[in-house]
Nanobody, 124 residues
Framework: QVQVVESGGGLVQSGGSLRLSCAASGSIFSINNMGWYRQAPGMQREQREL??????????NYAASVKGRFTISRDNAKNAVYLQMNSLKPEDTAVYYCTAVARTDYRGGYYNYWGQGTQVTVSS
């Protein structure tokens, strides 16, 4: 089993900053992608938006809506990923979910593990 745990959400005023952290643990053989999704109020689970993702070889992609404001980083030794969020806007308000695409042994396939989510609220 693989556990994914996020932390660092909270309430912040528009223009402020927050840093989210996420760590994967358990029976991990290897991790490929790690990233962040968000689910805004009223949005269904299937509509979760990709915010940022980083691959095991260091490639990074951002959603257009956060590019230039958010920065994703990764610590492979700790199976951790971080999201530095600057210049926050009310429309960034959402539950932010961390994901880790991992496998538990060399014979198995990769599976996308999700955290429980952390609430980010940006007030105007």
């Amino acid at each position: 089993q693989v556990q994914v745990v996020e932390s660092g959400g909270g309430l912040v005023q528009s223009g402020g900053s927050l840093r989210l952290s996420c760590a994967a643990s358990g029976s991990i053989f290897s991790i490929n992608n790690m990233g962040w999704y968000r689910q805004a109020p009223g949005m269904q689970r299937e509509q979760r938006e990709l915010v940022a993702v980083t691959t095991s070889d260091g490639r990074i992609n951002y959603a257009a809506s956060v590019k230039g404001r958010f920065t994703i980083s990764r610590d492979n030794a700790k199976n951790a990923v971080y999201l530095q969020m600057n210049s926050l806007k009310p429309e960034d308000t959402a539950v932010y979910y961390c994901t880790a695409v991992a496998r538990t042994d060399y014979r198995g396939g990769y599976y996308n593990y999700w955290g429980q989510g952390t609430q980010v609220t940006v007030s105007s």
